[in-house]
């Protein structure tokens, strides 16, 4: 019967290695969603390195239980079905196993508690920020703004249809649906304070790639943050239901090294007729 068991039990334990062998590779897909996706998109932030560590470490404890739940099934439907046990025992309570199965689960939801509070801790609290992106999100549209560098200029940006797509700065097809007529620059390595609000209805702007979902609330101001560890295009879109175009709001965000994004700002604030910012720019490049 021990052998039995132990042959079952190694078998789902098997199962369960390989599903998350699977689940792990594929969080090695980046920037944007692939075809038979099942994890994360490449963390490419701190933020987003966290919630990945954290999410596999509750997927084994999540996998341990369901093991353990599982074996201890798998014993009484072979040492306590009714053939086996013809008279049943008179007995209702155990009062070891119900201790047990009370501080087994207080520990382990101790044990979650510590990083998730981290975590929580980490998303809230906004470090010292190099810059600022302000976000609007319209109907159906998103409005970007540049404080530090264009005082009240306004970047507006929409999906670019099928037929208009070509190829990324890097070379790469545009994805369909995901790709933005205003890419938003941004320089790497550099924390980026993000405030986010909407003019009419709810939206959500979320990046996968760097662990950021915030809602735009008409009339309030929500901040979050990120800091860009690679170069690279960046994509995501509206998170909450806004209308009929909810799915037609791709934001897509270009993370480029800190002396290309100075040479963006100079020449944008150039075909808007702005004065140069040599000295913030100069600033900004010695953070």
Partial sequence: ???KIMRIFGFFSVLAVMGLSLISADAALANQPHEWQMGFQEAVTPIMHEITGFHDFLLWIIGGVCVVVLVFLVIIVLRFNERK??????????????VIWTIVPIIILLVIAIPSF???FNQDVIPEADMTLKV??????????Y????EDEEFIATMVPKEDL???PYGNPQPRLLTSSFEVMV????????????????????????????????????????????????????????????????IAIHA?????????VRKTRGELGLAALPSDLAVAAAK
Avoid at 136 to 145: E, K
Avoid at 147 to 150: C, Y
């Fill in 1 to 3: 019967m021990k052998a």
């Fill in 85 to 98: 046990n013809p008279v049943p025992a008179k007995f209702s309570h155990n009062t070891t196993i119900e």
């Fill in 118 to 120: 981290r975590l929580l």
């Fill in 147 to 150: 404080p530090d560098f264009f």
């Fill in 256 to 264: 480029v090294p800190q002396q290309e994004f100075d040479a963006w």
């Fill in 166 to 168: 070509g190829t990324d």
């Fill in 187 to 250: 320089p790497v390595g550099k924390t980026v304070r993000v405030v986010v609000t909407a003019a009419d209805v709810l939206h959500s702007w979320a990046v996968p790639s760097f662990g950021v979902k915030i809602d735009a609330v008409p009339g309030r101001l929500n901040e979050t943050w990120f800091k860009v560890e690679k170069e690279g295009m960046y994509y995501g879109q509206c998170s909450e239901l806004c209308g009929k175009d909810h799915a037609f709001m791709p």
């Fill in 136 to 145: 609007t999100g319209s109907q159906w549209l998103w409005t970007y703004q």
